[in-house]
């Protein structure tokens, strides 16, 4: 598919919340990380299959993707892949290790290192092939996200080796070896292009940038070493006209920094109520749309509980969008749907956000 056969999705509440000038139907709701582990039906399809293989079968992929759309009537799906797929399709060494997650099979400690960095320059027709079954699939007031992980957060995963508690070798190269912290940055950029690129041919209604633990960093180091990319990568895609998504974890004080890289949309994760974010937000790059911000753990603690905070938290985004900071929200967690979380509070979560009480 290319740009000019993209459907036009006139009642999407998603896109309606995303565009200034549209009133969404009802309240948006998608939650990161809502295929997964938490679904019976997906431990089901993915049983005996590794999981970056499962990222490379259409079929399979679409069916994972559509699943949470199924049974929790979100009003997004998002696109069943990892932040570290376009490496793998690269050809560089790279598993997901049950329990821990993407492991590399050598870590990037050098200049050297990072001059051999494979680079994505091919198309990746398994991943084009599945976004064309889910966009069959979903209705038209259903949205497709697609994503990419941000290159701080891939080069995290690149540079340790694997998940990291404080990414230690990765501010050490940032701080002790800038010039070989902005090559690897400035490798990986155009492979995390290529892979929006592509989810963008085949027709994503819009997108998300993962800047998963850009929150460790100091707004200093953030402007510095990431943000110029991260800005890269987000205006590469601008003509495309989707709602741009950018999101990262622990990342309150970089909200207005976070901002400039020029998405429409501003994640905020579950330690800043909306309406400060909205300011923060505002106050450098004016009123956006935000996105958040339940805590995850909160879909364990009973109805109640998760009635009284969507009740704030709509409110907190009521607040900001009076004030002139906001212009929208997406209703959606602080970070991903923790593994073990009941799918029935997931549905159950979603419906009140509806109002469906
Ligand atoms: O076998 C399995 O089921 C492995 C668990 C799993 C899943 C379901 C991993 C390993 N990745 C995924 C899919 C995935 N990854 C999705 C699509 C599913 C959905 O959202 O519904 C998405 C959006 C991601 C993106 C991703 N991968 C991020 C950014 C989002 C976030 O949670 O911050 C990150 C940081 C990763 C790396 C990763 N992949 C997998 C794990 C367990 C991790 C995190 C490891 C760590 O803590 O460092």
């Not at 006139?10 to 995303?18: G, K």
């Amino acid at each position: 598919m290319d740009g000019m056969t993209r459907r036009t999705l006139n009642d999407a509440p998603l896109l309606d919340a995303a565009v200034p000038g549209r009133t969404p139907s009802r309240t948006p709701v998608w939650f990161m990380r809502q295929a997964g582990r938490s679904l019976p039906e997906y431990r089901q399809v993915r049983e005996g299959i590794d999981m970056l293989d499962s990222c490379f079968m259409p079929e399979l992929l679409a069916e994972i993707t559509m699943q949470p759309v199924r049974r929790h009537d979100v009003d997004a799906a998002i696109l069943f892949s990892d932040i570290v797929v376009p490496l793998k399709a690269a050809g560089v060494g790279v598993e997901i290790v049950a329990g821990r997650g993407p492991v590399m099979d050598e870590a990037i400690r050098s200049r050297a290192d990072v001059d051999k960095l494979a680079i994505l320059e091919s198309d990746v027709p398994e991943v084009t092939a599945g976004i064309e079954i889910i966009l069959d699939e979903l209705t038209d007031s259903q949205a497709l996200i697609g994503f990419v992980g941000a290159p701080f957060t891939l080069a995290s995963y690149l540079v340790e080796g694997g998940p990291s508690k404080n990414h230690e070798k990765t501010k050490a190269m940032m701080h002790g070896e800038p010039e070989t912290w902005h090559a690897l940055m400035q490798r990986l950029t155009p492979t995390i292009i290529r892979f929006l690129q592509l989810q963008i041919d085949a027709g994503i209604d819009a997108m998300q940038l993962f800047d998963s633990w850009a929150g460790f960093l100091t707004e200093r180091d953030y402007r510095e070493f990431v943000l110029p990319y991260s800005t890269e990568i987000l205006g590469a895609i601008e003509d495309a006209g989707i709602p741009r998504i950018h999101f990262g974890v622990g990342t309150g004080e970089l909200l207005g920094a976070m901002s400039e890289a020029g998405s429409e949309v501003m994640g905020v994760d579950w330690r800043v109520p909306l309406d400060t974010a909205a300011a923060r937000i505002n106050a450098v790059s004016g009123p956006k749309v935000l996105q958040g911000n339940l805590d995850p753990a909160m879909l364990f603690a009973g109805r109640s509980v998760v009635e009284q905070e969507v009740a704030r938290i709509t409110s907190e985004a009521a607040a900001a969008i009076a004030a002139g900071h906001a212009t929208g929200h997406i209703f959606n967690l602080g970070h991903g749907v923790l593994p073990n979380t009941p799918a029935e509070a997931i549905t159950e979560a979603v419906a009140i956000v509806h109002g469906e009480n």
